[in-house]
């Protein structure tokens, strides 16, 4: 569409002394002609800023561009209501990592000009996504991590329903004994805080409680979820039946061919777990409410303790789990379960998971503490106790480091490595072998009581608890060790179905202290969403983004590409077969927009047509003038601000090179690689962030379905019968940006050893 355009270039920095400032005006003036172009340094000083501002009310621009630094800084001061901006970066990405009053420097400018403009022309002015929302927040679990969350969103005045599937409040803080203080100097554990947190959620008017309750079925988006709330009973067992068939089901498919993305199924297959009773049917007691966001802090259950029969669990009644010591704690005096003798001893074997038969995939540090913490009840109750503590890897994160000291000088506290052998009946009571130990040699210890610090299983993972009626089936996806997190490192609280929130041991292993932390930050999550999405804005991680995913329907064929890739579940499915988007659910990473082969899904600012006419409009010198040219799309995540941090750092790189920021790298589509390399473009990189388990994608599988993409672009190149090494895919992450030159070199010199693209010219 048609914009008034403005252009200012920042002299600062460096940029007027290192480029032809007069021909990057004539870029924008001659080539693109708009309304104004400017140079001056600094545009981020109020002063120049009133210049724009003044330009826009006088000369009526409807579009901003800012030649200067990156579009990661100066955010706020450059931005003007109603007005589209648009950044270029001259400085990281030209100025800074390459030699000034060079040639080749100047076209990379001027290039970058020419881009910015052609981008800005592309935008489409559609208002953001404006429905009715409702800005209650929904709690599920009410233990610590619940009532936390609960209390602190009713007291930042939201209305809250908690449900909590016990018929009281409190959880697992109900049975145990003592908790760490988290207070200074960190050495004591005190009662448990539970009782003030029920009084707390009693005592407000912004809290309804649903104790007995269990969630029968989530529908809707963020800002308009509609919960079914339902009285515990037989049906809880029906519904996980049936959503552990349709798993397994899931699973048999997506394993028959790991190399394909799963096949495409119709709505009626996905959404099969959902239960065909409804709340229109008899006897049904329910209650429905409606509400914004959802913070499920579920919980955790033990590892089933039959795992641990190996280490006498079942077979001797005085080998217990931890849990049952805190029971056995909280009843006032330490007792042998065999026969009632008062404990004079225990040994706590530790990290038991790791040597079982069916292990957790993950250790945690709170089995370690609890030891620690059980272990001084042992003391506290008997001067003359001892308590022996075995372990793989002793874990005491932060200030628990303190506790830890305090028990390592308690005489009456063996602490040692070591890997259990046996337990057997000993002379007065168990007789433990571990092997492996700091003493380098087997070690025996004859107690009243052995304590198996047993693993922490988050509720999610084996119980139907969110029931969600998504085309995407009921669950919360989940990581390999069943947590429901959409990005571990950056983003702790995320799910991947955007609204809902994880917070306490249902995100990871945690103590009590770690669970009230973690329920603040959940609910402050869900009051973001719902506030956010109110104003028609995305959620994190592009928070305040207005644009949403549009779709030309009338050419959809109903391929489900894009129901089937989109990672956060944004779209449902019409009777028809076409997609039916939910864009509250949306975080706006357009990798549906990569996805849809007939190229009908767009942005009001991002788009297939807007990229591709960025790549077209690169100047490419003939093949005389032996300057190659490859195109880099890098991911705004990680990719940029690398290069961003070379710049920084001015490490220098191949001129030859233009970068394009995406969203995500899942964005790529085929037709841009087909443009560029029709246009005479060299050669083609993407980089996208590190994917897998251990270092995931910000947009969960947008790099991965990249790399997939680019396996299949090998028909392009033999269609135009041009070498595969001229497009390579790279993951990067934010910190490796000291190989950007490497990676960009290495790039160059492999493309130098084919002949230039032979589309040059056309
Ligand atoms: S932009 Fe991303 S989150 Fe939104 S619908 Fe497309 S794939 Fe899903
Ligand atoms: S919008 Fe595109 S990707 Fe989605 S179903 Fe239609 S054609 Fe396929």
Known sequence: MDHKIGVYID?????????????????????????????????????????????????????VILAGPSPRVFQQEFTFDGVITERINLREHVVWSHPANDEDTQMLAQDYIRMGITKTTKYENRPPFMEPVDKSILVIGGGMTGMTAAIEAARAGYQVYLVEKETQLGGWANRFHKVFTGKPPYDEIVDSPIHEKIKAINASDKIKVFTGHRIYS???????????????????????????????????????????????????????????????????????????????????????????????????????????????????RLTRPSDGKEVTSIAFVECVDENTEHPLLYSSAVGCLVALKQAQYLRKANPDGRAYIFYENMRAPGQYEKFYQTMQDDPGVFLSKGTPVTVSNGSSGLSVVMKDTLLGEKLRVDVDVVVLSTGMVPATADSAIVNLKYRQGPFLPQNPYGFNDSHFICFPYETQRTGIYTAGCVRQPMDFQSCETDATGAALKAIQCVELVAQGKAVHPRAGDESFPEIFLTRCTQCKRCTEECPFGAYDEKPDGTPLPKPTRC???????????????????????????????????????????????????????????????????????????????????????????????????????????????????????????????????????????????????????MTIPKLVDDFMEKLAEFDPNPYKGF
């Open 11 to 63: 002299t600062g920095y460096g940029i007027g002394e290192a480029l032809d400032i007069e021909a990057l005006i004539a870029v924008a003036t001659d080539e693109f002609n708009v309304a104004i172009c400017k140079a001056e340094p600094y545009w981020s000083d109020s002063d120049k800023l009133a210049v724009i501002k003044n330009d826009i009310a006088t000369e009526g621009l409807t579009a």
């Open 218 to 332: 989530i529908s809707g988006a963020p800002g308009m979820f509609d919960a079914v709330i339902r009285p515990d009973g037989p049906w809880i067992e029906r519904l996980v039946k049936e959503q552990n068939e349709w798993l397994a089901a899931k699973k048999a498919r997506e394993s028959q061919d790991k190399s394909e993305p799963e096949p495409a199924k119709s709505s009626q297959e996905e959404t099969a777990a959902v239960p065909e009773e409804t709340p229109e049917s008899p006897d049904f007691p329910h209650e429905e409410v409606r509400v914004g966001a959802v913070v499920l802090a579920a919980g955790w259950r033990p590892q089933d303790p039959s795992t641990y029969a190996d280490l006498g669990y079942g077979k001797y009644p005085d080998v217990i789990t931890n849990v049952q010591m805190e029971e056995l704690a909280a009843k006032g």
């Open 587 to 737: 975080r706006r990473c357009a990798i549906c927009m990569g996805s849809c082969p007939e190229r009908i899904i767009s942005f009001r600012d991002h788009s297939v047509d807007m990229i591709g006419s960025m790549v077209k409009s690169i100047d490419v010198p003939d093949e005389d003038a032996e300057k190659p040219r490859a195109v880099v799309f890098v991911c705004e995540n990680d990719a940029f601000p690398a290069i961003d941090m070379a710049g920084i750092n001015r490490l220098q790189y191949s001129p030859f090179v233009r970068f394009i920021s995406l969203r995500c790298i899942g964005n790529i589509n085929m037709v841009w690689i087909a443009d560029a390399l029709s246009k005479g473009i060299d050669g083609i990189m993407l980089i996208g962030c590190k994917y897998g388990d251990d270092y995931q994608c910000h947009f969960i599988k947008g790099s991965e379905l990249a790399d997939y993409r680019m396996g299949k672009i090998s028909e392009t190149l033999q269609r135009l019968v041009l070498e595969s090494e001229r497009i390579r895919f790279h993951q990067l992450a934010i910190d490796e940006y």
